[in-house]
Protein backbone atom coordinates (compact mmCIF):
# COMPACT_ATOMS: atom_id res chain seq x y z
CA UNK A 1 0.00 0.00 0.00
CA UNK A 2 1.56 3.41 -1.01
CA UNK A 3 1.74 6.40 0.94
CA UNK A 4 -1.37 7.98 -0.64
CA UNK A 5 -3.57 4.86 -0.66
CA UNK A 6 -2.47 4.81 3.49
CA UNK A 7 -3.54 8.41 3.48
CA UNK A 8 -7.02 7.69 1.40
CA UNK A 9 -8.03 4.65 3.70
CA UNK A 10 -6.92 6.69 6.93
CA UNK A 11 -9.33 9.11 5.48
CA UNK A 12 -12.23 6.88 4.99
CA UNK A 13 -11.73 5.84 8.27
CA UNK A 14 -11.86 9.24 9.58
CA UNK A 15 -15.09 9.67 7.74
CA UNK A 16 -17.04 6.92 8.96
CA UNK A 17 -16.17 7.61 12.49
CA UNK A 18 -16.92 11.84 11.78
CA UNK A 19 -20.25 10.51 9.21
CA UNK A 20 -22.60 13.60 11.10
CA UNK A 21 -20.12 16.01 9.75
CA UNK A 22 -20.17 15.40 6.31
CA UNK A 23 -22.58 17.67 4.62
CA UNK A 24 -23.70 16.84 1.21
CA UNK A 25 -26.08 17.92 -1.77
CA UNK A 26 -26.27 17.73 -5.32
CA UNK A 27 -24.38 21.11 -6.27
CA UNK A 28 -22.27 21.22 -3.17
CA UNK A 29 -20.18 19.44 -0.56
CA UNK A 30 -19.57 21.15 3.65
CA UNK A 31 -16.22 19.84 4.94
CA UNK A 32 -15.81 22.47 7.44
CA UNK A 33 -14.97 21.82 10.79
CA UNK A 34 -13.62 18.80 10.11
CA UNK A 35 -12.91 16.18 13.14
CA UNK A 36 -9.62 15.61 12.68
CA UNK A 37 -9.00 18.71 10.87
CA UNK A 38 -8.26 18.02 6.97
CA UNK A 39 -5.01 18.83 5.92
CA UNK A 40 -5.84 18.49 1.98
CA UNK A 41 -9.10 17.61 0.12
CA UNK A 42 -9.72 13.63 0.22
CA UNK A 43 -9.82 13.04 -3.77
CA UNK A 44 -13.22 10.53 -2.97
CA UNK A 45 -14.96 14.03 -2.65
CA UNK A 46 -14.33 15.85 -5.90
CA UNK A 47 -17.30 15.91 -8.02
CA UNK A 48 -16.46 18.00 -10.90
CA UNK A 49 -20.55 19.26 -10.90
CA UNK A 50 -20.10 21.09 -7.52
CA UNK A 51 -20.93 24.40 -7.06
CA UNK A 52 -20.72 25.05 -3.83
CA UNK A 53 -17.21 23.76 -1.58
CA UNK A 54 -16.60 24.65 1.89
CA UNK A 55 -13.00 23.41 3.67
CA UNK A 56 -13.28 26.45 6.43
CA UNK A 57 -12.08 25.31 9.93
CA UNK A 58 -9.04 22.86 8.65
CA UNK A 59 -5.78 22.76 8.30
CA UNK A 60 -5.12 23.02 5.36
CA UNK A 61 -2.02 24.42 4.15
CA UNK A 62 -1.53 24.30 0.31
CA UNK A 63 -4.38 24.93 -1.99
CA UNK A 64 -6.18 21.89 -2.86
CA UNK A 65 -5.10 20.82 -6.64
CA UNK A 66 -8.14 18.39 -6.82
CA UNK A 67 -10.71 21.55 -6.46
CA UNK A 68 -9.23 22.22 -10.25
CA UNK A 69 -11.71 19.90 -11.56
CA UNK A 70 -14.95 21.16 -10.55
CA UNK A 71 -14.75 24.46 -12.75
CA UNK A 72 -17.85 25.11 -12.16
CA UNK A 73 -17.88 26.37 -8.46
CA UNK A 74 -19.58 29.99 -7.97
CA UNK A 75 -18.73 29.80 -3.96
CA UNK A 76 -15.47 28.52 -2.33
CA UNK A 77 -14.54 28.61 1.42
CA UNK A 78 -11.15 28.01 2.50
CA UNK A 79 -11.44 30.56 5.35
CA UNK A 80 -9.57 29.36 8.47
CA UNK A 81 -6.95 27.65 7.39
CA UNK A 82 -2.91 27.42 7.14
CA UNK A 83 -2.26 28.77 3.73
CA UNK A 84 0.48 30.60 2.72
CA UNK A 85 0.06 31.30 -0.95
CA UNK A 86 -2.94 31.64 -3.28
CA UNK A 87 -2.33 30.04 -7.02
CA UNK A 88 -3.25 31.62 -10.06
CA UNK A 89 -6.99 30.46 -10.07
CA UNK A 90 -9.01 32.87 -12.33
CA UNK A 91 -8.88 31.06 -15.17
CA UNK A 92 -10.54 28.25 -14.02
CA UNK A 93 -12.80 29.47 -11.59
CA UNK A 94 -14.34 32.09 -13.60
CA UNK A 95 -17.72 31.85 -12.68
CA UNK A 96 -16.97 31.93 -9.03
CA UNK A 97 -19.19 34.35 -6.77
CA UNK A 98 -17.76 34.02 -3.37
CA UNK A 99 -14.28 33.76 -2.41
CA UNK A 100 -13.50 33.00 1.41
CA UNK A 101 -9.83 32.82 2.15
CA UNK A 102 -10.05 34.93 5.26
CA UNK A 103 -8.15 34.06 8.06
CA UNK A 104 -5.43 32.32 6.60
CA UNK A 105 -1.28 32.96 6.23
CA UNK A 106 -1.61 34.86 2.98
CA UNK A 107 0.75 37.75 2.33
CA UNK A 108 -0.09 37.75 -1.19
CA UNK A 109 -2.66 36.72 -3.57
CA UNK A 110 -2.99 35.90 -7.44
CA UNK A 111 -4.67 37.77 -9.97
CA UNK A 112 -8.64 37.75 -9.49
CA UNK A 113 -8.85 40.22 -13.14
CA UNK A 114 -10.33 37.05 -14.93
CA UNK A 115 -12.90 36.01 -12.35
CA UNK A 116 -15.35 38.94 -13.79
CA UNK A 117 -18.75 36.76 -12.09
CA UNK A 118 -17.17 37.85 -8.59
CA UNK A 119 -19.31 39.26 -6.35
CA UNK A 120 -18.07 39.12 -2.59
CA UNK A 121 -14.40 38.46 -1.63
CA UNK A 122 -13.01 37.68 1.82
CA UNK A 123 -9.38 38.17 1.76
CA UNK A 124 -9.76 39.26 6.21
CA UNK A 125 -7.34 38.35 9.11
CA UNK A 126 -4.34 37.58 7.17
CA UNK A 127 -1.14 38.97 6.52
CA UNK A 128 -1.42 41.40 3.13
CA UNK A 129 0.50 44.54 2.66
CA UNK A 130 -1.25 45.53 -0.51
CA UNK A 131 -4.76 45.85 -2.33
CA UNK A 132 -4.80 43.36 -5.01
CA UNK A 133 -5.07 45.95 -8.02
CA UNK A 134 -6.76 43.19 -10.23
CA UNK A 135 -10.04 43.58 -8.02
CA UNK A 136 -10.92 47.18 -9.02
CA UNK A 137 -11.92 45.87 -12.84
CA UNK A 138 -14.34 43.54 -11.43
CA UNK A 139 -17.80 45.00 -12.74
CA UNK A 140 -19.97 42.28 -10.55
CA UNK A 141 -18.23 42.79 -7.15
CA UNK A 142 -20.08 44.41 -4.18
CA UNK A 143 -18.27 42.96 -1.26
CA UNK A 144 -14.59 43.52 -0.18
CA UNK A 145 -13.73 42.26 3.29
CA UNK A 146 -9.75 43.13 4.11
CA UNK A 147 -10.02 43.60 8.05
CA UNK A 148 -7.53 42.84 9.84
CA UNK A 149 -3.96 42.56 7.40
CA UNK A 150 -1.44 44.45 7.44
CA UNK A 151 -2.42 47.37 5.22
CA UNK A 152 -1.15 50.91 4.91
CA UNK A 153 -2.82 52.57 1.65
CA UNK A 154 -6.09 51.91 -0.45
CA UNK A 155 -5.59 52.13 -4.24
CA UNK A 156 -7.78 55.31 -5.27
CA UNK A 157 -9.15 53.23 -8.03
CA UNK A 158 -11.48 51.68 -5.89
CA UNK A 159 -13.43 54.95 -5.30
CA UNK A 160 -15.44 54.50 -8.71
CA UNK A 161 -16.36 51.06 -7.58
CA UNK A 162 -19.92 50.59 -6.98
CA UNK A 163 -19.39 48.58 -3.48
CA UNK A 164 -22.20 47.69 -1.25
CA UNK A 165 -19.50 46.50 1.96
CA UNK A 166 -15.73 47.76 2.26
CA UNK A 167 -14.58 46.13 5.75
CA UNK A 168 -11.07 47.75 6.29
CA UNK A 169 -10.92 47.68 10.04
CA UNK A 170 -7.34 46.74 12.00
CA UNK A 171 -5.34 48.00 9.13
CA UNK A 172 -2.12 50.22 9.82
CA UNK A 173 -3.93 53.04 7.35
CA UNK A 174 -2.16 56.41 7.24
CA UNK A 175 -4.05 59.54 7.70
CA UNK A 176 -4.03 59.88 3.82
CA UNK A 177 -5.90 56.90 3.11
CA UNK A 178 -8.38 58.29 6.51
CA UNK A 179 -9.00 60.72 4.29
CA UNK A 180 -9.85 59.45 0.90
CA UNK A 181 -12.02 56.59 2.69
CA UNK A 182 -14.10 59.02 4.11
CA UNK A 183 -14.52 60.72 0.47
CA UNK A 184 -15.19 56.96 -0.59
CA UNK A 185 -17.96 56.62 1.88
CA UNK A 186 -19.44 60.05 1.73
CA UNK A 187 -19.91 59.34 -2.15
CA UNK A 188 -21.22 55.91 -1.78
CA UNK A 189 -24.25 57.83 0.33
CA UNK A 190 -24.91 60.41 -2.23
Not at 5 to 26: C, F, M, W
Not at 137 to 144: A, D, P, Q, T, V
Amino acid sequence: MTQYQTYEKQSEIALTKVKPQLRTGDDWLDLSCFVPPLTTLPSLYVIPRLKEIDLSMNEIKEFPELLYECKGLTYLSLAHNKLTKLPDIGSVFSNLEVLDVSYNELDSVCDFSQMQNLQKIFLSGNKLKDVPMSLCNLKSLKEIHLDHNLLTSIPHQLQSMNLEVFKLEGNQLRSETSNFLQGFFESKRK
